[in-house]
C-alpha cells in the first residue's frame, strides 16, 4: 500500500481464532518498504505485489519499474529497476497470470508483454535475480484498456480501446481468436470463466460472451 503522504509499506493480517469462544482475533503486521520518488517523478501508476509476498514492482506509465526484494520479514529493499516498454510507448494496464509470477503489460501501441523474473549467471542485482521480457504478443494498433487472466492456464484476454478482444496463450506468445464487440466501443472489462467454456467482455453498453473451446493449456495454434 502506497499512502497519501508517500509511505510505502506491505501489510500482511493473521487471523487467530478461539476455540472456546469462537471469537476471531485479526493481527495486522507491517512491512515498511523505502520508498523515495526517483526524481522528477510522482507516484507509481500500479503496484503488484508478487503472490508469495516475497516481490513487490512499482510500476510508472512511462514503463519505468522499480522491483522490490520483500523476502527478509524484516526489512525490504530496492533490487532492481528496469523498463517495461523499451520500444516506446505506454503502459496502460498490468496483470498477474496465475500464480502471481508472470507480469502481464498492456501499452497503447496495443501489445502485450509477459515478464518474469529469473536468476541468470553474472546478475549483478542484489538478490540475483532479474526480471525479463518472455513473450510480446501484438495487437490491434489500439491502447491495450482491460487484461483478464484465466484462473485455470495460461490463457489471458486483452480487451481493447477499439472494440477488439484477444484470446492469447501466454506460454506460447501466441494469439488464439480476435473478435470484436458489434459497436466497436471501447472495453472495459474482459475475463475467461472460470472453467474455461467461454470470455466475455464489457462496453460501456455491451456485455458480449463467446463462446470458447480451448485444447491443452499450452498447446499453439501454430503447428
Known amino acids: 500500500m502506497l499512502t497519501a503522504n508517500g509511505e510505502l509499506g506491505i501489510y500482511t493480517t493473521d487471523e487467530t481464532e478461539n476455540l472456546l469462544t469462537g471469537e476471531i482475533t485479526v493481527e ?9 520518488p526517483p526524481p522528477g ?12 509476498a516475497n516481490f513487490l514492482y ?10 522490490f526484494d520483500a523476502r527478509d520479514e524484516e526489512r525490504a529493499e530496492a533490487a532492481e529497476t528496469f523498463d517495461l516498454t523499451p520500444d516506446a510507448g505506454s503502459i496502460t494496464r498490468v ?11 498492456g501499452s497503447d501501441t496495443g501489445s502485450v508483454q509477459a515478464w518474469f523474473p529469473t536468476r ?10 532479474v526480471t525479463v521480457k518472455a513473450h510480446e504478443m501484438q495487437g490491434p494498433a489500439s491502447p491495450v484498456t482491460t487484461l483478464g487472466a484465466s484462473a485455470r492456464s495460461r490463457l489471458a484476454v486483452a480487451g481493447h480501446a477499439d472494440g477488439t478482444v484477444r484470446l492469447l496463450l501466454v506460454s ?8 470484436s464487440v458489434p459497436t466497436g466501443a471501447a ?17 460501456a453498453r455491451q456485455l458480449v460472451g463467446w463462446e470458447l473451446r480451448a485444447g491443452p493449456p499450452d498447446a499453439s495454434n501454430r503447428a
Not at 496483470?95 to 503489460?105: A, N
Not at 541468470?120 to 535475480?129: H, K, Q, S, Y
Not at 472495453?187 to 462496453?203: L, N, P, R, T, Y
Open 95 to 105: 496483470q498477474y497470470m496465475i500464480g502471481k509470477t508472470t507480469l502481464l503489460v
Open 58 to 67: 512499482l510500476i510508472w506509465s512511462d514503463g519505468y519499474a522499480i522491483r
Open 120 to 129: 541468470p549467471d553474472g546478475a549483478e542485482t542484489i538478490d540475483g535475480i
Open 28 to 36: 495486522v503486521e507491517k512491512l515498511a518498504v523505502p520508498f523515495d
Open 41 to 52: 517523478r510522482e507516484s507509481p501508476a500500479f503496484l503488484k505485489l508478487a503472490g508469495t
Open 187 to 203: 472495453i472495459e472489462a474482459a475475463v475467461v470463466s472460470s472453467k474455461e467454456g467461454g470470455i466475455v467482455a464489457q462496453s
Open 172 to 179: 506460447a506468445a501466441d494469439e488464439v481468436a480476435r473478435v
